[in-house]
T-cell receptor, first 113, second 111 residues
């Protein structure tokens, strides 16, 4: 177990709806990154949060947004869901100045119908 | 759980044999490389890492080799066990705090 927990584990949404996914980082980790993993693919970087501010963003549209809270937990919000948003969404937390040593949660499986 | 390994290159290995998984990375500026293991229904699990100023690093039953000339990374697993069955991803970073993952390789251990 990595100590990174995500909720919910699975959910189904309808195209056009909005979704919020949650992540609690491992104790002592103040950096949280979000990744999207389509079936059969490697994870793709969405964005990273450090000290409650966005600290880098991948090639995802603005309808993907996030938050980080003072306790370093984080949310990923996706508006206007599309069928192609169906994927496993992974949260990874890391210690200060060791950003690449990321510990992943088990992911949230989102299905858009 | 559902598989993360659909349509991925697959390595079938007999239990007890050694496994070698290869990865080509894209950015010559990458300075840190990591191998992750992902089992069905789980998030990626850190296995071993290597910095760009090294060409070999050993862990428990695993060895990572880095060839910067041809931008190639490999993971060697000694005495492969059934619990090693998973999808393996290499990932690279280049100072921008994000991991760029490769396509993944499925390892199937035959008892």
């Amino acid at each position: 177990e990595t100590g990174v927990t995500q909720s919910p584990t699975h959910l189904i949404k309808t195209r056009g709806q909005q979704v919020t996914l949650r992540c609690s980082s491992q104790s002592g980790h103040n950096t949280v990154s979000w990744y999207q993993q389509a079936l059969g693919q490697g994870p793709q970087f969405i964005f990273q949060y450090y000290r409650e501010e966005e600290n880098g963003r991948g090639n995802f549209p603005p309808r993907f947004s996030g938050l980080q809270f003072p306790n370093y937990s984080s949310e990923l919000n996706v508006n206007a869901l599309e069928l192609d948003d169906s994927a496993l969404y992974l949260c990874a937390s890391s210690r200060p100045r060791e950003e690449a040593e990321a510990f992943f949660g088990q992911g949230t499986r989102l299905t858009v119908v | 759980g559902e598989s993360v390994g659909l349509h991925l290159p697959t390595l079938s290995v007999q239990e007890g044999d050694n496994s070698i998984i290869n990865c080509a990375y894209s950015n010559s500026a990458s300075d840190y490389f990591i191998w992750y293991k992902q089992e069905s229904g789980k998030g990626p699990q850190f296995i071993i890492d290597i910095r760009s100023n090294m060409d070999k690093r050993q862990g428990q039953r695993v060895t990572v080799l880095l060839n910067k000339t041809v931008k190639h990374l490999s993971l060697q697993i000694a005495a492969t066990q059934p619990g090693d069955s998973a999808v393996y991803f290499c990932a690279e970073t280049y100072g921008n705090n994000r991991l760029a993952f490769g396509k993944g390789n499925q390892v199937v251990v035959i008892p």
